[in-house]
């Protein structure tokens, strides 16, 4: 996969973007993200799956719906995966790949892993019964005005909001707070991270810098996940390590993935270690 766009820009530019104009994705503009999609991998290993929906299809759909969260969109695209070690987190990252590539192209997406009818949609896209469908996204030209329900969801969930770098980011143990300075050439890829969407905006990532190394943690919000069988929030660490992967290559920092290098520290309530990048 070749990120051949500002991670800075792309990540400023997107936004969850729930109001659609009627205007249709240009069919060159469909097959560059189709190409694009083919070119993912994930350093986590599990496969990622696919699905798109296309206006034609759409039609000929009842019961397709997002409960009046979604207006206008024409087009969308599953994922799914099967639910195995790691394979949340790489959904994670390859989608929020392909919504930096779509910010990038001036399309607008949303992220949906519960305002959506699955049954629904995961008929109209051929979904197998073997693998899980956790989120879809609705893609296409932002309307030039947010819908009252939009407007009003962001208010509850303080979309616009973002939690401050000492409630983020530690340096050797979770007592410390890491600074910018402490930081120094990770400052952007940690702050790019910081920025990232999250399901209802609650930012579980945690990173704890230690030895060379980020160690990445999940700050598990009690009872949030269990009207799913699977962690939800597992999907925004994923996207963590997108924002921090791609940040790093643009910057020519060199490092890798492992999820088994859990370092020893005491740790917080509800905090679970997830992976680790280790600097070359
Ligand atoms: C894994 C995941 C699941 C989400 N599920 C939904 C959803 O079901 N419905 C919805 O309207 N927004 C959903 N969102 C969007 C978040 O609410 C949004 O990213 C967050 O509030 C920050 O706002 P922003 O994306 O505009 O920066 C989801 C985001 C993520 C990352």
Redesign the pocket.
């Known amino acids: 996969m070749d990120i051949n766009f500002s991670i800075r820009e792309a990540v400023k530019k997107r936004?969850?973007v729930?109001n659609y104009k009627e205007q249709e994705v240009e069919l060159d503009k469909r097959e560059a993200i189709e190409s694009f999609v083919n070119s993912l991998d994930n350093p986590f290993g599990p496969k990622v799956n696919f699905h798109y929906l296309d206006n034609e299809e759409m039609k000929n759909q009842k019961k397709l719906g997002t409960y009046g969260?979604i207006k206008g969109a024409t087009q969308y695209i599953g994922t799914t995966i099967k639910l195995e070690p790691g394979s949340l987190e790489a959904l994670?990252y390859e989608l929020e790949a392909v919504i930096l590539y779509l910010a990038n192209l001036g399309l607008g997406t949303?992220?949906?892993?519960?305002?959506?009818n699955r049954k629904g949609f995961a008929k109209a896209m051929n979904i197998g019964e073997d693998e899980i469908f956790p989120?879809i996204t609705p893609y296409g030209y932002a309307a030039n005005k947010k819908h009252m329900k939009e407007v009003v969801?962001?208010k509850m969930?303080k979309?616009d909001h973002r939690k401050e770098w000492n409630q983020l980011f530690y340096k050797d143990n979770f007592q410390l707070s890491l600074t910018k300075e402490e930081a120094g050439d990770l400052e952007f890829p940690l702050e790019m991270i910081r920025l990232g969407?999250?399901?209802?905006?609650k930012q579980p990532w945690r990173v704890l810098l230690k030895n060379n190394a980020c160690h990445f943690y999940e700050y598990k919000e009690p009872g949030y996940s269990d009207r799913f069988q699977y962690d939800?929030q597992r999907?925004?660490m994923g996207?963590a390590a997108a924002h921090f992967d791609f940040s790093v290559k643009e910057k020519g920092i060199n490092g890798y993935f492992l999820t088994t290098c859990e370092p020893e520290v005491k740790l917080p309530d509800h905090m679970e270690y997830v992976f680790s990048w280790i600097r070359e």
């Open positions: 936004y969850s729930r969260v994670g949303c992220w949906l892993g519960g305002t959506f989120i969801m962001r969930i979309a969407p999250s399901a209802s905006n939800i999907v925004d996207i």
